[in-house]
């Protein structure tokens, strides 16, 4: 199959959703597939490349984080993505289009649907979803809530990481949406010494939860080191609550993701201190460096860890500390529950979940009366 795939970030940009999309289209390229990706870029990042195999083309916007972007940055990139991929079509004359957020880039592939008859696979991250970041986007989800009916109508086949989402997919569409994990590759191992360190890998945002990581630690009595690798607008006050707290920490900033593999192996605990998660990448990557996990019970967490971590609940601080100071006095708890988290963690194997996207993606071409979807999106637009 020749694919197009529209995201609105691709590494090195963009956070958890866009290591899944790389991941998915290197597998997918190494199973035979060829894969255009048309993605938002920035300054510093060439317009086209190849990484991977896999042939990626960035358009113009006015993203100014590499981890974090507002609904106005995002926007700016939609009619340039709907250009690029239009001509890059017109060239190629892809089989099928593989939509990652259903907004803003389902926007895009929906006009290549109704434009060129191009069908679409939508998959849904997390906070493209109405109710899962109520406290961020919910008036725009208000806003939009015909267009984004829309473009999940005119889908050949919506998928979710999760189960948590979804069940809030079904809520507003009653949609058969179909739950593939996120893809993961393990990570080559690297050599050191675990520390007393309590690792947190995470945009800095308010649902991430590292405010409630902080707090946790400053309440605690430990010489065990905090240090934070992530970028974003919470960084100022992170930084300002750690030090009225009294908690040795060090935030990284962005650190880029082949250097997180030395932060995974030094760390004598990771963390997930977020409130709300749809599937959490550096989970994974964690749970397959052997770390031990403590992590809120946020929806996606729980179903990534299983039973391979210590989960609290989430927002409670109090429980937080108790998990992570048990655990700091326990070596062989922590060694096995990071044994524990390695064997988990190799079950959700890139070339895997690869083939599965692959088998939608065949019957959904093959599938009679595909050609009928952009009147569907029309009668439930």
Partial sequence: MRLLTLTCEYPPVGGGGATACRILCE????????????????????????????????????????????AVEQASFVLPMYRRAAGLLGRYRHDLCHCHFVVPT????????????????????????????????AFLHGLIAPAWRHILA?????????????????QRMQLDVEVLPNPFELPRGVAAERGRRVLAVSRLVERK??????????ALDTDWELIVAGDGPLLPELRRQAAEAG???????????????????????????????????????????????????????????????????????LALGRAIETLSRDAAHRQELGREAQRRARSFGADEVAGRFAALFARCLAAPGREQAAARSTLHG
């Fill in 27 to 70: 597998a997918l390229v190494r199973a035979g597939h060829a894969i255009d990706v048309v993605t938002a870029g920035m300054a510093d990042l060439p317009a086209t490349e190849e990484i991977g195999g896999v042939r990626v083309h960035r358009v113009p916007g006015v993203r100014r984080w590499r981890h974090y972007s507002n």
């Fill in 106 to 137: 389902g926007a895009v592939a929906s006009a290549l649907l109704h434009r060129h008859g191009l069908p679409y696979v939508l998959t849904a991250h997390g906070s493209d979803v109405p109710g899962y970041n109520p406290d961020r986007f």
């Fill in 154 to 170: 005119g889908a050949a086949a919506v998928t979710s990481p999760s189960m948590f989402l979804a069940g809030l997919l079904d």
């Fill in 209 to 218: 939860g590292l405010q409630h990581l902080i707090a946790a630690m400053g």
């Fill in 247 to 317: 908690v040795r920490a060090s935030f990284l900033g962005f650190v880029p993701r082949e250097e997180l593999a030395g932060l995974y192996a030094g760390a004598g605990l990771f963390v997930m201190p977020s409130l709300r998660e749809n599937f959490p990448m550096v989970l994974l990557e964690a749970m397959a460096a052997g770390c031990a996990v403590v992590s809120t019970d946020a929806e996606g967490c729980a179903e990534v860890v299983g039973n391979a971590a210590r989960l609290v609940p989430a927002g409670d601080v």
